[in-house]
Nanobody, 119 residues
Framework: QLHLVESGGGLVQPGGSLRLSCAAT????????MGWYRQAPGKQRELVAS???????NYADSVKDRFTISRDNSKNTVYLQMNSLKPEDTAVYYC???????WGQGPYWGQGTQVTVSS
């Protein structure tokens, strides 16, 4: 089982940058597929980016070339570097973890961190 805690959200001007972190406590972090989701007011939660246990990355079209997901298995942490932020990136960002199907663990969610892009 994993417990996920996000940090790094805040208020930033359009064009600015933020780095979100998600620290995991529990065992076998390295096997998990980690992801960042976001949910804006009145909208469904959507996948922003994910990274597998073999470091394969996937991004939503809306954030490609602006956001970068990474993980440090030695620190049990996954990051989301967000550059060139736009007002439409405003949302609560959630960390997500799920194991490969053969392990049958998860999904697990963090509590979320607010990102607001506004001038």
């Amino acid at each position: 089982q994993l417990h996920l805690v996000e940090s790094g959200g805040g208020l930033v001007q359009p064009g600015g940058s933020l780095r979100l972190s998600c620290a995991a406590t529990g065992s076998s972090f390295n096997i998990y597929i980690m992801g960042w989701y976001r949910q804006a007011p009145g909208k469904q939660r959507e996948l922003v980016a994910s990274i597998t246990n073999s470091f394969m990355r996937n991004y939503a079209d809306s954030v490609k070339d602006r956001f970068t997901i990474s993980r440090d298995n030695s620190k049990n942490t996954v990051y989301l570097q967000m550059n060139s932020l736009k007002p439409e990136d405003t949302a609560v960002y959630y960390c997500h973890a799920i194991s490969p199907p053969s392990w049958g663990q998860g999904p697990y969610w963090g509590q979320g961190t607010q990102v607001t892009v506004s001038s």
